[in-house]
């Protein structure tokens, strides 16, 4: 990679050459730009605003870069001279008042900005999570073994975590394929990432639009095992099937737990974000725990959490003792929520809500893909 100041670049001008930011915190380059895609005015103007005053080409597309340069000084037109980026860079940005929230770090606003400018392959998005889940394990030890600044720093964290999560469930894809993809693509995704993730593509197939529900959806995901610290180390070591009718009882603390980490740190949360986590293990027939809610007495919200901390537990083998697949967790949720002889964990409403949408797409992936494959077939045979 090398880098090109942006007072080089034309904001409007699809140049024949991808683009990247580098974030420093986790030391990636996000793409911004495909080849031939601008970067368009309003992104050029936040980029500048925020001191991100170059950015950065793949050493490969070198000759290619310096043939765009020749184009541009010969039309005499570049959308910014230096002195303009200067300007831009030193105009203030906006005051927020008191009733509007805090602007977001850097790195969660602009990784929120630019993933959503490209299709990111399955791949591609695991390897952003992976990172994330580094990220995301440094805050939460911050939040829960260091003093009161070094907390609200990590808590402040957290949120932006939930935003650059959101903006990779959000990609434009199919969701039952995407889920798959992701959960059998990196080993390395911590679970709570991984929930997150999950809880917000859960949210959106079910029709969830607004942001910030989604987003305290998502925290509400990335905060639910938090209380897992205060949890006996002993206790976490052996396998959940193996636990005494007590060390099950000290596990189960962990929920309240969770909760009370959070009202103690003094962060603002939504109420919402506290019922999630205070109900992600209740279970819809009552069989949950800690207080053995049932029915229209759960909030949506925490169904979804739980549909999602299910799946990856489920993959996990922690919920059986045998790890599934994807494809497998999706099943055996979907049996069990429809089968009036088992336990249920969570309304068979939402979960028909949920993987009738998810099954909506995927059969339409499906139908296209044997059309583009009945396309390839006939081509290479009508060439031959």
């Given at each position: 990679m090398f880098p090109v100041p942006i007072s080089r670049l034309k904001a409007e001008d699809g140049a024949p050459f991808p683009l990247f930011l580098f974030f420093k915190n986790n030391n990636?380059?996000?793409?911004?730009?495909?080849?031939?895609?601008?970067?368009?005015?309003?992104k050029f103007e936040l980029f500048v605003a925020k001191q991100h005053l170059e950015l950065w080409v793949p050493n490969n597309f070198q000759e290619i870069f310096q043939t765009y340069l020749q184009y541009v000084e010969r039309s005499g037109t570049p959308v910014q001279t230096a002195a303009q980026v200067e300007a831009l860079a030193a105009a203030p940005t906006g005051a927020t008042s008191a009733e509007e929230p805090p602007e977001k770090s850097e790195t969660a606003?602009?990784?929120?900005?630019?993933?959503?400018?490209?299709?990111?392959?399955?791949?591609?998005?695991?390897?952003?999570?992976?990172?994330?889940?580094?990220?995301?394990?440094?805050?939460?030890?911050?939040?829960?073994?260091?003093?009161?600044?070094?907390r609200a720093d990590g808590l402040k964290r957290c949120k932006e975590i939930a935003d650059e999560i959101l903006t990779v469930a959000a990609?434009?894809?199919?969701?039952?394929?995407?889920?798959?993809?992701?959960?059998n693509s990196q080993e390395d995704i911590e679970h709570s990432v991984l929930v997150g993730t999950m809880a917000a593509m859960f949210g959106m197939a079910i029709g969830y639009t607004d942001e910030q529900l989604l987003a305290d959806l998502t925290v509400g995901a990335i905060f639910h095992d938090i209380g897992l610290v205060r949890v006996k180390p002993e206790v976490m070591a052996k396998h959940e099937l193996k636990w005494t009718p007590a060390e099950r009882k000290e596990y189960e603390r962990h929920v309240d737990a969770s909760v009370e980490i959070l009202k103690d740190s003094g962060a603002e949360f939504h109420p919402r974000v506290f019922r999630m986590i205070a109900e992600h293990h209740e279970n819809y027939d009552g069989s949950g725990f800690p207080k053995g809610l049932k029915g229209d007495a759960l909030d949506e919200t925490s169904a979804l959490l739980h549909i999602a901390n299910v799946f990856d537990r489920l993959c996990t083998g922690k919920q059986t003792g045998t790890e599934l697949s994807p494809s497998e967790a999706f099943d055996y949720i979907h049996e069990t929520a429809g089968d009036p002889n088992l336990p249920r964990q969570v309304q068979p409403e939402?979960?028909?809500?949920?993987?009738?949408?998810?099954?909506?797409?995927?059969?339409?992936?499906?139908?296209?893909?044997?059309?583009?494959?009945?396309?390839?077939?006939?081509?290479?045979?009508?060439?031959?």
């Open positions: 990636r380059f996000i793409p911004i730009r495909l080849p031939g895609d601008p970067i368009g005015q309003k606003e602009l990784v929120a900005d630019t993933l959503t400018d490209t299709e990111l392959t399955s791949e591609e998005k695991a390897e952003v999570l992976s990172a994330v889940s580094q990220d995301l394990m440094r805050a939460l030890n911050q939040i829960t073994t260091r003093g009161q600044d070094a990609q434009n894809s199919n969701i039952y394929d995407e889920i798959l993809s992701l959960r939402i979960v028909q809500r949920v993987f009738q949408f998810m099954l909506t797409e995927k059969n339409s992936a499906d139908e296209m893909r044997q059309d583009a494959n009945t396309r390839a077939r006939n081509a290479i045979k009508n060439n031959f």
